[in-house]
């Protein structure tokens, strides 16, 4: 009887054990066991916690223990010893001009593009230099932990395509601009070449086109309202640099009699759809109108330093209520990199002596500001900027196992000011690995630095530099 009694337990036992097997459901990668950095509502950290991920989302965040129970899957990512985190969000660039790195700093940003970069561009920028620019800003954001990313640039078709090939997610905005540019050398042309890209990349996975009216020093009235009639008829994002300089605002007040940020939107274009780079000039009635609008705002503060700018409001427009991100801007004359991490940084550290406060700007409002504010200046905080089922499953691993990142008291300060862009080692962007163990899966990195070079020496001669 008693033996009848060990055998049926025993059977019962293996029933209940394939049972359990049997309710795991099936993911395409689990990343187990690191330190999950959500950023979601909560600002939830989980300690030994796991992301499951099915195709290009995330299922289910929580505890290891719990989504072991739940899931499996034939790829498992350690992430014992690092943080996880929500990819990066450069939310102000110029990708291609990776090839213009270094080619004349120190001069205001007034000089710098109209001496400088403007002339460079009409002699050399083409739709291949801008292929090879966009792979090699890839590169560079990924090995960062950039997974999304904000751009303005020429021939951005090529730019989509080229962002698409590295498995980035890319908002991407052709630029309108009252001279000939490198790809479109009249108005007529700008509009149907715009529109053609938004059309082309409509409902895309990784990419969103846009219009990206420069500013309202280069573009007319009518371009600007003719960019923002073209994003609004597609339902795409405007892509602006507002109030960059004093010199755009002093115009501004002898031209329109009304700031930038006014000016915008007494002619029908400021809206809960603009992306809005810099904001250094923006006065408190300024704030409150792009609150009122929810317009985001990106602040690019290597460049607002680099180029003696001035320095953005940061801690009174997020007070205000306006979705703030952080972007490198461009990777020539005004930053010369795309270490979003090196922004979280150098943000808080402005704000603190501008404020002579160190307090005004803290290292988790920053680490905010590169992840789900981030999102929420793209205005794509629904789909990324942290850690939760339903969004896209975007996420960067950053090592603990470096001299710089032990002890670690704080976890918020540690990403803000003792992390670099070189401890990320592994980036996941939409479930896809684009990098592994610091290894590139996405981009062929030698074959981009050669060219780079090449192209180095062409942009030389073209301006007659020794």
């Keep these: 009887m008693m033996r009848m009694k060990r055998v049926i337990l025993i059977v019962i036992f293996a029933v ?16 187990s066991g690191g330190t999950v950095v959500t950023m979601d509502a909560a600002r939830a950290i989980i300690h030994d916690g796991s992301v499951a991920v099915r195709g290009d989302s995330i299922i289910a965040v929580g505890p290891s223990s719990e989504i072991e129970k739940r899931y499996r899957s034939p ?16 939310g102000h660039t110029h990708v291609p001009m990776t090839l213009f790195r270094g080619l004349h700093d120190d001069v205001t940003l007034n000089d710098w593009l109209r001496k400088y970069i403007f002339p460079a561009e009409a002699k050399n920028v083409n739709a291949e230099f801008v292929r090879w620019g966009t792979r090699l800003a890839a590169a560079e954001q990924i090995r960062a932990g950039v997974t999304t990313f904000a751009d303005m640039y020429y021939f951005e078709d090529a730019i989509a395509e080229e962002t698409k090939a590295a498995g980035m997610r890319g908002v991407l905005g052709e630029t309108f601009i009252d001279f000939p540019a490198p790809d479109n050398k009249s108005e007529a042309q700008m509009l149907a070449y715009t529109e053609n890209f938004l059309k082309r990349w409509q409902g895309d996975s990784l990419i969103q086109a846009a219009p990206a009216p420069h500013s309202i020093y280069t573009c007319s009235k009518k371009t600007l309202q003719d960019a923002a009639a073209l994003a609004r008829k597609y339902h795409a994002p405007i892509l602006i640099h507002v109030a960059e300089m004093k010199k755009e605002w002093d115009d501004s007040e002898k031209e329109h009699g009304m700031s930038p940020v006014s000016y915008l939107n007494s002619i029908g274009v400021l809206g809960p759809d603009v992306v809005a780079a810099h904001c250094i000039y923006v006065d408190a009635d300024d704030e409150k109108l792009l609150a009122e609008k929810r317009a985001g705002c990106v602040h690019n503060p290597s460049s607002n330093m680099m180029l003696a700018s001035g320095v953005s409001p940061v801690p009174d427009m997020r007070a205000t209520g306006v979705a703030v991100g952080l972007g490198t801007d461009g990777p020539a004359g005004s930053n010369n990199d795309l270490d979003l991490m090196e922004e979280i940084d150098l943000a808080s550290k402005l704000a603190k002596i501008t404020k002579m406060d160190p307090r005004a700007l803290n290292a988790k409002d920053v680490v905010e500001m590169a992840t789900i504010d981030g999102a929420r200046a793209l205005h794509m905080e629904k789909e990324i900027g942290s850690l939760e089922t339903g969004k896209k499953a975007d996420v960067v691993l950053i090592s603990l196992d470096e001299p710089n990142a032990v002890p670690m008291y704080d976890i918020y300060s540690q990403i803000a000011y003792s992390l670099k862009g070189s401890d990320v080692e592994t980036v996941i962007i939409g479930g896809r690995v684009v990098m592994r163990d610091r290894k590139l899966l996405t981009v062929d990195e030698p074959a981009v630095l050669e060219k780079a070079r090449e192209y180095g020496e062409s942009v030389k001669k073209s301006l007659q530099m020794e």
């Design 16 to 31: 209940g054990t394939m049972a359990s097997a049997q309710t795991k459901q099936d993911v395409d990668l689990i990343i």
């Design 75 to 90: 790829q498992v990512i350690d992430a014992r010893g690092s943080l996880v985190l929500p990819g990066f969000i450069n």
